[in-house]
């Protein structure tokens, strides 16, 4: 998946530190980012490339996470144009480019600059906030409130029915996505992510489910959510009742049946649980 990016390793740890001249820097311009891309992958630029035509940059750079020995930051506001070989490339491609690393750094650095650009006005009174300097947090100049960054807790639900899977597509109206997936909801308040499982399920399609087991989790920075993936056995009547404001689709496919492209489990934790049911690894 997308943030299985072993050997290296990634760091949030929020750190007060000097840029150097190696370090790399996240240029966000309307949900695209400054990048490189040639026959090797993508690159981003470092300190010294945009030192030459943007002097500040030291001054104004802002940390965001650490992978491996270099530290990556970010400009608040966007003040760089392209340049040279240097283009912005819309966050929808850079999830999908080489190597897979890089592509979490990006997509990561996104959730990370998209808080702080929305966050500037405090929900409580509405005065204006300001980092709080020694973790990743916003604080109320007039009321003191704090404000750490939002992350929702989703399922993802692998519904089985023997050597079956319920496989879903999105209606036209909820979703522009048109490959297979599977249910999947937030977390209401008050509810166990056993219930929201539950909830979805029915909600969805109309199905009782039981032997609810946790299979994995993901950071999705696209919706600021936390994925964690559950597999469940259909209980009783497998007929679907079909919510056709979210979905278009719901059928049960064999193992052999599942699409080779949506079994994907390179990017997303729907295609690794669609991948591990078509493998027969989903216990």
């Not at 150097?20 to 490189?36: E, G, P, T, W, Y």
């Not at 003040?79 to 990006?106: C, S």
């Not at 219930?195 to 009782?208: F, H, I, Q, S």
């Amino acid at each position: 998946m997308l943030q299985d990016i072993a050997p290296h390793k990634y760091d949030v740890t929020y750190r007060t530190v000097d840029v150097a001249d190696d370090d790399v820097m996240l240029i966000f311009k309307n949900n695209s980012l400054l990048c490189h891309v040639d026959e090797d992958g993508i690159y981003y630029p470092e300190v010294t490339e945009l030192e030459k035509i943007f002097p500040d940059i030291r001054k104004k750079a802002k940390f965001m996470f650490r992978i491996d020995d270099y530290d990556y930051f970010e400009l608040r506001n966007h003040e760089i144009e392209p340049f040279d070989d240097w283009k912005y490339i819309h966050k929808d491609e850079v999830r999908t480019m080489q190597p897979l690393w890089k592509a979490f750094a990006a997509v990561t650095g996104f959730q990370i600059h998209d808080w702080y650009t929305n966050t500037k006005f405090c929900g409580r009174c509405g005065a204006r906030m300001k980092p709080q300097g020694e973790e990743r947090a916003m604080k109320c100049l007039q009321c003191g409130k704090v404000y750490y960054p939002q992350i929702c807790p989703s399922v993802i639900v692998g519904v089985t029915d023997g050597d079956k899977l319920l496989m879903t597509k999105y209606s036209a109206k909820h979703s522009k996505y048109r490959r297979y997936a599977l249910i999947a909801g937030y977390a209401e308040v008050g509810e166990s992510l056993e219930d929201t499982v539950r909830r979805e399920v029915m909600e969805e399609v109309g199905l009782k489910v039981k032997n609810i087991r946790y299979y994995s989790s993901q950071p999705w920075s696209f919706s600021d959510t936390l994925l964690m993936g559950f597999f469940c056995e259909v209980d009783g009547s497998t007929e679907v009742t079909l919510d056709e404001n979210e979905l278009s689709v719901a059928e049960w496919l064999t193992r052999e049946e599942i699409p080779e492209e949506s079994a994907d489990s390179s990017v997303s934790l729907t295609g690794a649980m669609m991948k591990a049911f078509k493998e027969g690894r989903e216990i």
